[in-house]
């Protein structure tokens, strides 16, 4: 069975720049996860997606976050502008049933720098 | 709100010796708890997961946890460390609204 996706596993921009992360969950995996784990930190939910509806996006600064899950299956996690504190990993998890509290299973993550 | 609390931020242990990571929640109610592994360059792992019935719950690769509700605590136990131990160990717990959340994190090196 494959993991969690996700791309690119690297990124590198300057402050005020826009960048998107993609994921794409195990398959038939009904929710989705986006963590923020910033170096030395344990990560923290970001957003969840219940196939394409959101069912929490408390922590999500949305002034300059933004995700979709358009059709259930891949999603996109944006940044913009982008700012030095947001310089982290960012994870990916999905788990397969409806049930709220299920093993997560992350992928690699993409590690972000903000110059 | 709840938090996740690990004692420890770096650990350092020789070869065979026994390894003990604490972890200590603050959320009251039913409590669902985690350990995940990192090894260098991989993503996180699932170690071991307490969701209800025996309070010692037995891992991969011969990790334990052992929960103890008077303590609020959950740590995690492996008698004898492998130098393939070296990894940063997360407990996680879930949340009255369901949300994961991470301690801080404890890297272990275990020198051969």
């Known amino acids: 069975e494959a993991g969690v996706a996700q791309s690119p596993r690297y990124k590198i921009i300057e402050k005020r720049q826009s960048v998107a992360f993609w994921c794409n969950p195990i398959s038939g995996h009904a929710t989705l996860y986006w963590y923020q784990q910033i170096l030395g930190q344990g990560p923290k939910l970001l957003i969840q997606f219940q196939n394409n509806g959101v069912v929490d996006d408390s922590q999500l600064p949305k002034d300059r976050f933004s995700a979709e899950r358009l059709k259930g299956v891949d999603s996109t996690l944006k940044i913009q502008p982008a700012k030095l504190e947001d310089s982290a990993v960012y994870l990916c998890?999905?788990?397969?049933?409806?049930?709220?509290?299920?093993?997560?299973?992350f992928g690699p993550g993409t590690r972000l720098l903000v110059l | 709100a709840q938090s996740v609390s690990q004692h420890n931020h770096h650990v350092i242990l020789s070869e065979a010796a026994s390894l003990e990571l604490g972890c200590n929640y603050s959320y009251g109610g039913t409590v669902n708890l985690f350990w995940y592994v990192q090894y260098p360059g991989q993503h996180l792992q699932l170690l071991l997961k307490?969701?209800?019935?025996?309070?010692l719950v037995k891992g991969i690769k011969g990790f334990e946890a052992e929960f103890i509700k008077s303590k609020f605590s959950f740590n995690l136990r492996k008698p004898s460390v492998q130098w393939s131990d070296t990894a940063e160990y997360f407990c996680?717990?879930?949340?009255?609204?369901?949300?994961?959340?991470f301690g801080g994190g404890t890297r272990l090196m275990v020198k051969p």
């Open positions: 307490y969701f209800s019935g025996d309070p």
């Open positions: 998890a999905s788990t397969g049933g409806l049930v709220r509290r299920e093993t997560q299973y």
């Open positions: 996680a717990a879930f949340n009255a609204g369901n949300m994961l959340t």
